[in-house]
């Protein structure tokens, strides 16, 4: 069973920067799609981005457009979310996705494995 382990996540005031990473305990075969999702307390679990393995095509929430940006190093076998000017909203727990064998898609329910998480703490 792949495992996926997040890390990067911490506090920054507003307007920094984190960058969070997902390193995949195997090389994944067969993943057509893999996702950042974050929760806030109290909220649903939301897709931040995602990103098609093989084509490279991404999409995003329209809340973090043009501040976020996924990418992935197959070689590491590790995803990465680069998160600029943070605002207090993106504070959330965020965790990594992985989706066997079809297209990305912006439900959870959809996705098969998941990391444990990592805190992202944005003060005003």
């Known amino acids: 069973q792949v495992q996926l382990v997040e890390s990067g996540g911490g506090s920054v005031q507003a307007g920094g920067s984190l960058r969070l990473s997902c390193t995949a305990s195997?090389?994944?075969?067969?993943?057509?799609?893999m996702a950042w999702f974050r929760q806030a307390p109290g909220k649903e679990r939301e897709r931040v981005a995602t990103?098609?393995?093989?084509?490279?095509?991404?999409d995003y929430a329209d809340s973090v457009k043009g501040r976020f940006t996924i990418s992935q190093d197959n070689d590491k076998n590790t995803l990465y979310l680069q998160m600029n000017s943070l605002e207090a909203e993106d504070t959330a727990m965020y965790y990594c996705?992985?989706?066997?064998?079809?297209?990305?898609?912006?439900?959870?329910?959809?996705?098969?494995?998941w990391g444990q998480g990592t805190q992202v703490t944005v003060s005003s």
């Open positions: 195997s090389h994944i075969v067969g993943t057509r799609c």
């Open positions: 996705a992985i989706r066997w064998s079809l297209a990305c898609s912006p439900r959870f329910a959809e996705y098969n494995i």
């Open positions: 990103i098609a393995i093989g084509g490279g095509s991404t």
